[in-house]
């Protein structure tokens, strides 16, 4: 069967909420956009890992937000539409506390604002691209089974995983699953009872980091369990029941709880990332550094989270921020390629503190922007 064809301007690969940005940007500056997405929802990590905290978007104070654009303009509308929604002290640094409900409602309303410009494809399974010379001209994928050739002046590769970065031969960086940083499980439980604060529950292997965060629900929470990179989601699921069944027998708390919904997979803090222009470092987000070229600022530590010893932070002075470069968001052999999220190009220890949403969403929007200025050289 012949696959029709899409052509379009800005093709951005993964709604995960870099991809949902750089969609938003590049539509709102009249380019034609198409998202799309493997699943069939949008939010990525946000969603699947049931996220709570917005992290990246403060520095040492909860004031303004760092960047200004989509983030600022995402605090100031969640902040307004739910008591529930604010920034909180999370360690040394501040989050902002949200209701993933609020931030898709948000994120749609704006898909439907540019909807001209825009187009979201859901349940999108990219297979192969062409290329000629350092340029990208085409991707197949099938949409709900039917095949489909897109042509696009600009990708955006805001898959998490560099799924366009791999498939088009650019150059990347990754490392083997045992030396990534630990994944992520939540699910959500109800019937507890008490455990207001953040509780670090103390159980065996790979559950012993787990957090337990707990909802607006007096009697609901969400748990989350760290497991090692590439980790099958139902094993894991598994190894969830007969903890919780655990839980149940040893935490009074617990005594009467039970898993009410699981995450649909289990969510990966790092995988493969562009080598760019430029490749951020941990020295450069630990001495603060600034760039000529620097798009996006981040006050956020670096977060590593290993088997052996859980969670560990590194932090920036108090008040001081870094900026992540223009060059870190653009391939280094193919023109038309920009990644964004967790994706970019940075070490693994930088990606530490890349990787965390509020940052993702302010890399997504300027890889929107620059996607629309290129497209006037194609
Ligand atoms: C366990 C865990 C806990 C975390 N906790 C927090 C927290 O509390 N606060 C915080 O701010 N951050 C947290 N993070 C980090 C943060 O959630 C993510 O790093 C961030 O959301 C990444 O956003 P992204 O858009 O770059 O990628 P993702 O959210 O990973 O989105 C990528 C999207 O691309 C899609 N995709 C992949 N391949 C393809 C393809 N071939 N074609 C089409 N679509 C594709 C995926 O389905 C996905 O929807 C956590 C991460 C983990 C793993």
Not at 135 to 154: F, G, M, Q, S
Not at 235 to 263: D, G, T, W
């Amino acid at each position: 069967m012949q696959p029709e064809t899409i052509p379009c301007d800005v093709l951005v690969a993964g709604a995960g909420v870099s991809g949902l940005a750089a969609a938003i940007a590049a539509s709102e500056r009249g380019a034609k956009t198409l998202l799309i997405e493997k699943n069939d929802y949008i939010g990525g990590t946000v969603i699947a890992g049931m996220h709570r905290y917005l992290c990246g978007l403060y520095g040492t104070a909860p004031s303004k937000t760092l960047n200004a654009g989509l983030s600022r303009a995402l605090v100031s509308v969640l902040t307004k539409r739910n008591a529930v929604n604010g920034p909180v002290r999370l360690g040394k640094v501040y989050g902002f506390r949200f209701r993933p409900k609020d931030l898709l409602c948000e994120f749609n309303a704006r898909i439907q604002m540019n909807k001209k410009n825009l187009k979201v494809l859901l349940e999108t399974q990219l297979y192969a691209i062409t290329k000629e010379k350092e340029r990208i001209l085409a991707l197949y994928a099938t949409v709900n089974n039917t095949p489909v050739c897109i042509e696009p002046k600009v990708v955006i590769d805001a898959s998490g995983d560099g799924a366009i970065i791999m498939l088009s031969g650019a150059k990347y960086q990754v490392r083997p699953p045992s030396g990534r940083q630990l994944a992520g499980f939540s699910f959500r439980v109800a019937g507890i009872k008490g455990g207001r604060e953040m509780l670090a529950i103390k159980v065996p292997y790979h559950v012993r980091f787990a957090t337990c965060m707990p909802l607006e629900k007096k009697n609901e929470c969400i748990i989350r369990m760290n497991v090692p990179s590439g980790a099958d989601t139902g094993e894991i699921q598994n190894e969830a029941k007969r903890q919780m069944h655990r839980l149940c027998r040893v935490l009074p708390e617990f005594n009467h709880a039970y898993i009410a919904e699981f995450s649909p997979s289990v969510t990966e803090r790092e995988g493969l990332r562009l080598q760019g222009e430029y490749t951020l470092t941990a020295k450069d987000v630990l001495s603060a550094r600034h760039f000529e070229d620097g798009v996006v600022k981040s006050a956020w530590p670096i977060e590593l989270w290993t088997a052996e010893r859980g969670p560990q932070y590194r932090y920036l002075e108090p008040g001081a921020h870094y900026e992540i470069p223009l060059r870190c968001l653009k391939s280094k052999q193919i023109n038309n390629l920009l990644a964004c999220g967790r994706c970019i190009s940075a070490t693994h220890e930088a990606l530490g503190s890349v990787r965390v949403a509020g940052t993702c969403i302010s890399l997504g929007e300027q890889a929107g922007i620059t996607a629309v200025k290129l497209c006037e050289s194609y």
